[in-house]
Structures are given as structure tokens and as C-alpha cells.
């Protein structure tokens, strides 16, 4: 007995002193962990491969750089891009991991279990009490185990679906961001470009002109040191030399780093010599012209800019949170099935199946769901809160950018001017002074100011240019595909150009903000999101309107001189003095298209008896608004000009003059519109000819409702 109880001191010994051994080494390990600094070789490392992806190289520059290529390239090679680039593929990679969340477990297991002893136990007899005195086992000493098992929670799969939800918006939440920084990347290349351009211009006539006024410097102190001058003279003519060579250098000053800056936003490596292409002289003196009324800007925006969208998308992650948390709510089903194996030889079976359903709920979920409930409608109002609070920014930065727009517009043209006088005044001296009228430092004087001039022209040039991207910017405009056949650089340059030249004709159709608001949108009026792509940015043709049984018109209350269309022709239409009364308002209130207009005399001798009427809830009537005047006269008269600038007699577009009274003063105001186009592009053509004649003219589609407000008989007026 003696002997086998020191043979299992032993055997526990020998089993216990590996294990105390291994717990202390790696206790001893953990205690030893101390900071340690970055090596020289590898911080090396790390700078050569940070190189090697930052410098990679790019398409050769085979040619001069123009302004597309220059933003294709940022696009391409710009590190921010790529940064934004990989958080979009980063999110998408977590989307497709959140798809197998809602998969259930199967779980594979294998073990092994032993022991130095077997696992014996004794009987109590219940009845007597007593011990039976038998000890029994039903446990091999060793034996392996091996399980496969599934596991599945209907709450987690509810739970899951709803992350994976969330996890798409993110994904195009990270979309959105990149598309922010691709605008914003356009915008400083089109400004660092136009500002290289203006260094590119001057900096080649700042060097001879820097010559120049040094040999005059030395030239003045030589007649300083002779005395040919009164020391005075000889003085201030030298500061004023020195003084203008300050400014010149200063000027080197600023435009130097106007083109490594736009290097350094195509993605080059710094000091990197490329050309740019200069733009021709009637581009130097003609601004971008911008040709998108605000207030189609402002609706273009609200649908496009990335912000707004993002918030959006927030919106939707915040609506599946609440979800999630009126999910967590409810009780959780758990079904499982195994197969099991077991080699324990006292089992009658070693291998077989289980399987079963459990359901648990936590009974304190119930307390705190109206407190969860309110939490989470609270975030969704947050989230719709801060979207309407950022609509309202995104107008007010559309409104100042346009402003700031035009206010530099007006500030190019004064420079423009001003620079073109320098320039006269400069050659003026230039002749003088070869005529020896004029001494060399006011010849000297005249160049520099000049040159200040041109350089202050060009660089108010690049803030207009900078002032149209910002209102690119504002409107959130992408001239960028979503989807393109290849991603090369002239693929993109085209792209790009193309992006750039038809992102007005898209923003001029939208709906202006109070229409939006006024009017129920149709398909005629849905705007997809902003992409150059010819199926997105087909328009909707409006549907025909639907006409009702017409009925009689009054004879007392239609005036013998009122057209019976609403469009009158601009052969017929003849302005009513401001002094003669006003007529009385006609009896049918709905336009007619141009087709079933009558002529103006066959109107004064005869009244119509009937008139198709639009009941539609949205009535595909286009027309052109052209001005508020103070008179059907004035009114009048404007559209004389206009028909005879644009010479729209024969076509079937007429004037039409809807006169109302302000409620203020009571005085008459006549609204002077156009009508009788085909469709709403034609209206847009007409209006873009009209604003080539630096008038005004919004195109704009009435319902049916506003048809009626424009020609009922309060304080409404039909046309002449």
C-alpha cells in the first residue's frame, strides 16, 4: 500500500512541474515587455517602401498640361483620392463579412480527455441509508470526443440583417466622401492651374524687366558718386528704383509656387518639370460663363450635394438602429443539432444525434422598452434635424457662391480695363522715351505697372475660375460617370471634359425651390442624381393633359378686345397705353396650345364660345418668364425687342401678359412670359438666346393649379 502511494506521488509530481514550469516562464515573459524604439533599418524600410507607393510613376507627360488632364491626373494620382478609394473598398469589405453574420454556427470540435486515475464512484442506498460498498466506474481513463454542431438564433439573424443594412449605407456613405474630396480636388486643380497660367505669362516678362532696373540702379549710383545730380534727386531717384525692384521681386515671390502646387495636386513628385498649356487670348479675356439661375442651382444641390446624402444614408442607418433596438427586445429562439462521438468504451452508443429548441427572454427588457424606444425615435429626429439644418446651409453657400461669382465677374471686367489702359499708357512712354521726352525710370515705372496690372487681371481671372468651381462645388456637381469602360488617363481626361461642358444644360432644368415646395413632383420632374451619362440625363416627356367637355363662355363677361389664346404672336401683339383702363378678365383661363390660337383682329369681332380646359393634376405647360414691368406697355414694348431680336414670329411662340396687383400699394404689376413650345427644351433654347441678350428668362412648367391662379379672374389679367 505504502509502495503504490509514493508511485502516485510521484506520477502527480512528475505531471505537476511541467505545468508550474511553463505558468512561470510565461509569467516572466509578460513582466519583461518594455517600450522599444524603431531600429535604423527599419525606419529605413518603412520610408523606402512609403516611396515606393508614393512615388510610383505615372503616364509620361509627353505634352503640355491642359486644365482636363491636369484634374484627370488628380483624380488618378492624387493620394487623398486613393485614401478615399480605400475606404470605400474597406467598407465594402466589411459589408460582405457582415453577409455571413447571418449565417448560423457549425461549429467542429475535437478533443481529448484522460486522467491518472479512474473515475469510480460508491452507491447510497436511499431507503436505508447505507453505502452499498461496491465502487463502480462508467469512464474510460482516456477517451477522445469529437463534436459537429448548429447553432442558430432567430433574434442574432434578425440583428445581423439590419447591421448588414447598415453596413450598404456605410458603403455608400464612404462613396459620397470620395466624391466630396474629387470635388474639392477639381476645385483647388482649376485654381492652382489658372494661377500657373498667370505665372507662366509674367514671370517671362519679370526677367528682363529685372535687368533692366538693375543696370538703371547702377546707372544711379554711378551719377551719385560723379555728382552729375543734386544729392537729393539722385537719392529719391535710386529709392524709387530700389523700391520698384522690391515689387518685382516680391511679385517672383508669389507666382514661383503656382505651379509646383499644381504638380504637387496631380500627384508628381516634388521639383518635377512639366508645361502647361497655355490658353488662348480670347480664353485670357473672356470669364466662364455661367448660365443656371440660382434658384435652379439651389434645387440642384439639395438633390446632389454629397453632404446632404450622406445624411441621408445616415438617416437609414439610424432607422435600423431603432430596429436593432426593439429587436434586442423580444425573447431569442435558439435551434440546434449536433453529431456527437464520444470513445468511451462503457457507452452502449458512441456516436449519435441530438438536437432541441430553447427560448429566453429577459424580463427586464420590459421595463426599459419605452426608455429605448424614446432614445432611439430621438436619434432619427436628431439625424432628420441636422439634414434640414444642412439644407439650409447648402442654400446659403449656393446663394454667397454666386454672388461672390458675380461680384468678381464685375471686378474682371474693371481689371480687364484698367489693365488695357496700363498697357496704352506703357507704349506712350515707351515712344517718349525713345523720343527723349521722358527719362528711363519713368519708362521703368510705366512697365512695372503694366506688369502689376496684367498680373493683377490674370489672378483676379483665376478667382473668378476659383469662384465658378466653388459654386460647382456648392451644387454639388460631379462631371465625373459613376461607371466609365477604363480608368487611363485619356479615358478620364475626355470624361472630364466632357463632365465640365454639360453640367449646366443639366442643372438649367431643374424646378426652382418654391415650385418644389408648391407643386407635387411627376416623372417629368424627377432629376436623378448628377452624372454626364445620356441615360440619366434624358429628360421625362411630360404626358398629354387631359381635356374636359368645354363649356359656353358668357357673352357679358368676355371683352370684345381680348385675344381668345392666351399666346398671342408677337406680329399681333399690340401694348395697351398706360393710360387706357384695363380689361376685363377673360372667361377661359387655361392656354390653348398654339395650334388653335386665333388671330388678334378675328378676337375683337367675334367672342369664342368654348376653350379646351387642362382638369389634369399636373398640366405640362411650359413657358418662359421673362420680367415684372410696371405696364402692359413697357411689357410690351420688351417683347417687341425681344421677337425682333430672337425673331420668333412664324414659330408659334407668343407673349403672354398677366398683370396682378401688389397688395402693399396697390399698384399693377404686368408679368411678361413666353408660351407655345413643344416641349421644355425648346423653351430652354429660347431662354439661353435670350440671355445672350443679357436679359433674364426662367423656363418653368405649370400645373394645372397654377394655371387657373395665373388666369382666374382675381386681380388677373389676360394676355393683349
Given amino acids: 500500500m505504502k509502495t503504490s502511494t509514493a508511485h502516485l506521488r510521484r506520477r502527480l509530481l512528475s505531471s505537476v512541474v511541467p505545468v508550474a514550469v511553463l505558468t512561470a516562464s510565461l509569467l516572466a515573459a509578460g513582466c519583461a515587455v518594455k517600450p522599444e524604439p524603431l531600429t535604423a533599418e527599419e525606419n529605413l524600410a518603412r520610408v523606402r517602401k512609403d516611396l515606393g507607393v508614393v512615388l510610383t510613376p505615372q503616364e509620361p507627360l509627353t505634352k503640355a498640361v491642359s486644365m482636363d488632364e491636369a484634374m484627370a491626373r488628380a483624380i488618378k494620382y492624387n493620394l487623398d483620392e486613393r485614401v478615399k478609394l480605400m475606404e470605400v473598398a474597406v467598407a465594402t469589405d466589411q459589408l460582405d463579412l457582415s453577409r455571413y453574420d447571418m449565417l448560423p454556427r457549425v461549429v467542429a470540435a475535437a478533443g481529448y480527455v484522460g486522467r491518472n486515475n479512474d473515475a469510480g464512484s460508491e452507491s447510497l442506498n436511499l431507503a436505508t441509508g447505507r453505502r452499498t460498498g461496491e465502487s463502480t466506474t462508467a469512464t474510460d481513463r482516456h477517451r477522445r470526443t469529437g463534436d459537429l454542431a448548429f447553432t442558430w438564433n432567430v433574434l442574432d439573424f434578425g440583428v445581423s440583417y439590419l447591421r448588414a443594412r447598415q453596413n450598404a449605407n456605410l458603403v455608400l456613405i464612404a462613396d459620397e466622401r470620395r466624391r466630396r474630396v474629387v470635388q474639392g480636388i477639381m476645385q483647388d486643380v482649376r485654381t492652382a492651374y489658372w494661377r500657373a497660367v498667370a505665372a507662366e505669362r509674367l514671370l517671362k516678362r519679370l526677367a528682363p524687366l529685372e535687368k533692366r532696373v538693375e543696370g538703371a540702379r547702377r546707372d544711379a549710383r554711378t551719377l551719385e558718386a560723379l555728382r552729375v545730380q543734386a544729392p537729393l534727386q ?25 505651379k509646383s502646387q499644381l504638380g504637387a495636386l496631380m500627384g508628381l513628385p516634388p521639383g518635377e518639370p512639366f508645361e502647361i498649356e497655355m490658353p488662348a487670348a480670347s480664353v485670357m479675356q473672356s470669364p466662364p460663363k455661367l448660365d443656371v439661375g440660382a434658384e435652379a442651382l439651389e434645387t440642384y444641390a439639395l438633390l446632389n450635394r454629397p453632404e446632404l446624402l450622406e445624411e441621408s444614408y445616415n438617416q437609414r442607418i439610424s432607422a435600423d438602429e431603432t430596429w436593432r433596438s426593439l429587436l434586442k427586445l423580444l425573447p431569442g429562439i435558439d435551434v440546434n443539432a449536433a453529431l456527437r462521438y464520444d470513445s468511451n468504451s462503457f457507452l452502449l452508443n458512441q456516436r449519435w444525434a441530438d438536437y432541441g429548441a430553447r427560448i429566453s427572454w429577459n424580463l427586464i427588457n420590459l421595463v426599459s422598452a419605452p426608455a429605448t424606444k424614446s432614445y432611439a425615435e430621438a436619434q432619427e429626429e436628431l439625424v432628420a434635424f441636422r439634414r434640414q439644418a444642412l439644407s439650409m446651409a447648402v442654400l446659403s453657400q449656393v446663394h454667397v457662391a454666386v454672388l461672390q461669382y458675380r461680384e468678381l465677374k464685375q471686378e474682371f471686367a474693371l481689371t480687364a480695363e484698367q489693365a488695357d489702359l496700363d498697357t496704352r499708357i506703357r507704349s506712350q512712354y515707351t515712344n517718349v522715351g525713345e523720343a527723349g521726352q521722358v527719362g528711363e525710370l519713368g519708362v521703368i515705372q510705366s512697365e512695372v505697372t503694366a506688369l502689376l496690372s ?6 483676379v481671372l483665376a478667382d473668378l ?3 465658378y468651381a466653388r459654386v460647382m462645388v456648392s451644387a454639388g456637381v460631379d462631371p465625373l460617370p459613376e461607371t466609365m469602360a477604363a480608368d487611363d488617363l485619356p479615358t478620364l481626361t475626355q470624361a472630364v471634359g466632357r463632365g465640365l461642358s454639360s453640367w449646366q444644360e443639366r442643372a438649367s432644368g431643374m424646378q426652382r425651390v418654391k415650385d418644389l415646395m408648391a407643386a407635387p413632383r411627376t416623372a417629368a420632374q424627377e432629376v436623378p442624381k448628377d452624372t454626364p451619362t445620356d441615360s440619366r440625363a ?6 398629354a393633359p387631359k381635356l374636359e367637355t368645354p363649356k359656353p363662355v358668357p357673352v ?8 381668345a389664346s392666351p399666346f398671342v404672336p408677337a406680329s399681333s401683339a399690340s401694348p395697351v397705353p398706360a393710360s387706357s383702363p384695363a380689361p376685363a378678365p377673360a372667361a377661359v383661363p387655361a392656354p390653348v396650345p398654339a395650334a388653335a390660337q386665333i388671330p388678334a383682329p378675328a378676337a375683337q369681332t367675334a367672342v369664342p364660345t368654348a376653350a379646351p380646359v387642362a382638369t389634369a393634376s399636373f398640366s405640362p405647360v411650359i413657358q418662359a418668364e421673362l420680367g415684372a414691368y410696371a405696364s402692359h406697355r413697357l411689357a410690351g414694348q420688351e417683347w417687341g425687342i425681344i421677337a425682333k431680336r ?3 414670329e412664324g414659330n408659334g411662340v407668343g407673349a403672354l401678359y398677366i398683370a396682378s396687383r401688389r397688395s402693399q400699394d396697390g399698384k399693377t404689376i404686368v408679368q411678361l412670359r413666353a408660351g407655345g413650345f413643344a416641349d421644355r427644351a425648346a423653351a430652354e433654347r429660347f431662354c439661353h438666346r435670350v440671355k445672350d441678350s443679357q436679359r433674364e428668362c426662367t423656363v418653368r412648367t405649370l400645373s394645372a393649379q397654377e394655371q387657373q391662379s395665373d388666369s382666374g379672374p382675381a386681380d388677373r389679367l389676360a394676355s393683349l
Avoid: C
Fill in 234 to 258: 539722385a537719392l529719391n531717384y535710386t529709392r524709387t528704383l530700389v523700391e520698384t525692384l522690391r515689387q518685382l521681386q516680391s511679385l517672383r515671390r508669389e507666382l514661383v509656387s503656382s
Fill in 454 to 459: 496684367d498680373l493683377r487681371r490674370d489672378l
Fill in 465 to 467: 475660375h476659383n469662384a
Fill in 538 to 543: 434624358e429628360a421625362v416627356k411630360p404626358e
Fill in 556 to 563: 357679358a363677361a368676355a371683352p370684345s378686345a381680348v385675344s
Fill in 646 to 648: 430672337l425673331g420668333t
